[in-house]
């Protein structure tokens, strides 16, 4: 089936500084979205894109929607201990509406 | 307060067995899925469904079964014929399949198979 491309597959990082990961795949979307996961929880919606060249801002979060459809990225500035957690992609297509999850980000935040 | 409820949380289960995993959604949404996750791998769908009566295979269909007999709940089974069903269970919902996929997710169920 269709894959997502998710790195990098886990990021260790100082309290303050900022983080980027990005998704990338050889098919076209519609829809990107950008979910956290907390342990032994479900995923949390972050951010929403709809259109290609879309740059859309959560707090300290921007993502992108790539200009190629084919690709996202998040950003998240100035990383605090909370950030802590597994970040994953999604992205879907119109005329199905399947939704599929890249394999996701570990991120760990040392204070 | 409106959401998705999976239950149980936690699920054991002896070699063998079918088991029911339940979702419920309060949201007036169209769309619901199931998505299976291993530890440190990414969910991978199993089944959606867009609309009561109907729904569609995931990538990963083989061993599991559903329904959607009504808008509100859209049950999993994991049958026998599942080779490897310890997994954790997450369960969403969007508005719908068409433009409208911002999914949103329950707390999973945890099924262990001994």
């Known amino acids: 089936g269709q894959q997502l491309n998710q790195s990098p597959q886990s990021m260790f990082i100082q309290e303050g500084e900022d983080v980027s990961m990005n998704c990338t795949s050889s098919?076209?979307?519609?829809?990107w979205l950008w979910y956290k996961q907390e342990p032994g929880e479900g995923p949390v919606l972050l951010i929403a894109?709809?259109?290609?060249?879309e740059l859309t801002s959560n707090g300290r979060l921007t993502a992108q929607f790539g200009i190629t459809r084919k690709d996202s990225f998040l950003n998240i500035s100035a990383s605090i201990p909370s950030d802590v957690g597994i970040y994953f992609c999604?992205?879907?297509?119109?005329?199905?509406?399947?939704?599929?999850f890249g394999q996701g980000t570990t991120l760990q935040v040392k204070p | 307060d409106g959401g998705i409820t999976q239950s149980p949380k936690y699920l054991f289960r002896k070699e063998g067995q079918n088991v029911t995993l339940s979702c419920e959604q309060n949201?007036?949404?169209?769309?619901m899925y199931w998505y299976r996750q291993d530890p440190g791998q990414g969910l991978r769908l199993i089944y959606y469904?867009?609309?009561?009566?109907?729904?569609q295979k995931g990538d990963i269909a083989e061993g599991y079964s559903v329904s959607r007999e009504k808008k509100e709940s859209f049950p999993l089974t994991v049958t026998s014929a599942q080779k490897n069903p310890t997994a954790f269970y997450l369960c969403?919902?969007?508005?719908?399949?068409?433009?409208?996929?911002?999914?949103?997710f329950g707390q999973g169920t945890r099924l262990t198979v001994v």
């Open positions: 969403a919902s969007s508005i719908d399949l068409y433009g409208n996929t911002e999914a949103f």
């Open positions: 098919s076209i979307f519609n829809t």
């Open positions: 894109l709809y259109k290609a060249g």
């Open positions: 999604a992205a879907s297509w119109r005329n199905t509406g399947k939704l599929i």
């Open positions: 949201l007036n949404h169209d769309a």
């Open positions: 469904s867009q609309i009561v009566n109907d729904f």
